[in-house]
């Protein structure tokens, strides 16, 4: 079992930046991937951001953040992390993280979100 706790949403203006936190507990040795995924109420919920952890942490992104979002993992903290820069009106969603276990389970865990809210 993996745990994945986010903080950091809020309120933004357009252009602001915000940082989101996901803390990680459990079974962190299972996990291959890190990331994030966001979504709007009615909508799908859309890959933002993710790291491989086994490969020298590479990261991959969504077009719609490239250039704009960072994400980064701190292995001693068990913290993944997301900066968002540029902030635009249409990033308002509900962010959540999550941690693919490939090694152990072959399932994936789900934070419970946290909001984002970007005004123009």
């Known amino acids: 079992q993996v745990h994945l706790v986010e903080s950091g949403g809020g309120l933004a203006q357009a252009g602001g930046s915000l940082r989101l936190s996901c803390a990680v507990s459990?079974?962190?040795?299972?996990?291959?991937?890190l990331g994030w995924y966001r979504q709007v109420p009615g909508e799908e919920r859309d890959l933002v951001a993710k790291?491989?952890?086994?490969?020298?942490?590479?990261?991959n992104y969504a077009d719609f953040v490239k250039g704009r979002f960072t994400i980064s993992s701190d292995s001693a903290k068990k913290t993944l992390y997301l900066q968002m820069n540029s902030l635009k009106p249409e990033d308002t969603a509900v962010y959540f993280c999550?941690?693919?276990?490939?090694?152990?389970?072959?399932?994936?865990?789900w934070g419970e979100g946290t909001l984002v809210l970007v005004s123009s």
């Open positions: 999550y941690a693919w276990d490939d090694y152990c389970n072959a399932d994936t865990y």
């Open positions: 459990g079974d962190t040795i299972c996990i291959k991937d």
């Open positions: 790291i491989t952890l086994s490969s020298g942490d590479r990261t």
